[in-house]
């Protein structure tokens, strides 16, 4: 949850405009992130332990005084898991009244962890996505099409939330058949595409045949994609195609390609990431904290991914924020894909996309 001169930030001098939210990230020096998150990891902290009747157990049993913590390091052994999400009442972890509800896999388990928030978080992260999207040169004036599922999941609502605070045209196919929307989407002439990597890899090879149209980006999640599989539909559309990463739990997208496509810049101003175990190479598992959620905060959720924070600093305007590589892997052998997991093995569908490579990548 966000600390008060935060939330002012966000809301009345950066607003809803995402040229000014981009002015802003090129010129944050590194000291006003830190800064912004530990103020409001504090607050989320005492937020938590006031609210959920989950946390509140947690930090009982590990003798933890909420006041006394300032960073995510200061919590232990104190991790939010999947298994977290699905043994224990969802009410446990709701801080305020949820408005919205989805759900995901994630997990080797039939069953699917329920994620809730406000419809004030809907519009964070509308506000948020917007600005990302103006970073890759959509505007106004294009026509967006989004062929995300939208069945329990959050995807296509965050995308939704982006384009409405954008202004630009947004037609939502739905997941439909790759060859139904080629041929519903030709009246359109959509220029910018917002897919998932095994279905646009479908979508391409009919394309091939049947013909394409001006392209100018594509935006993917939901999987890993291959580098081989990125130029195979880059140079059937005669486009850019950028992949971006996040999972449902974190709300949409935590990080995102730039221009220069090499690794995910992360939101650090709504998250604190952590890779608290890394191996000599800096290789482990990303963890992370919400940093402005008042209806479900999760303190330090385990995501599973494999990853590394990237040295160096990117030349682009979100040069401010740091990168992780894309993912490596995953610390559970499952593999992630637009319509739901599988283990241990790529599925059909999924080895189509990644070809064997078994990384993963998750999207909103
Ligand atoms: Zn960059």
Redesign the pocket.
Known sequence: MRNAVSNVLDRVVLGASPTRRLWFARRMPDSYIRNVQKSDFRTTIRWVARRSAFYRRRFAEHHIDPVMVRCPADLGDVFTTSEDLLTNPIEDFLCDRPQIGYETTGTLSAKSKKIFFSLDEMGDMGRDGAAGLHALGIRRTDRMVSALDLSFWNAGAALRAAAQALGCLLIEAGKISPAEFHERALDYRFDVMVVEPSWIVSLTEIAEKLGTWPVKLMLVGGENMSEKSRRYVEEVWKTDLYLTYGQTESFGSTGAE???K?GY?LQELKFWFEIPDPDEEGNGELVFTTLSRRTMPLLRYRTSDVTRFLGGT??????SLR?ISKIRGRCDEMVNWGSGTSAPGCSSVCSRTCRGSRTTGRFW
């Open positions: 730039c221009v220069r090499n810049h990117c030349d682009c305007d979100l040069k990168r």
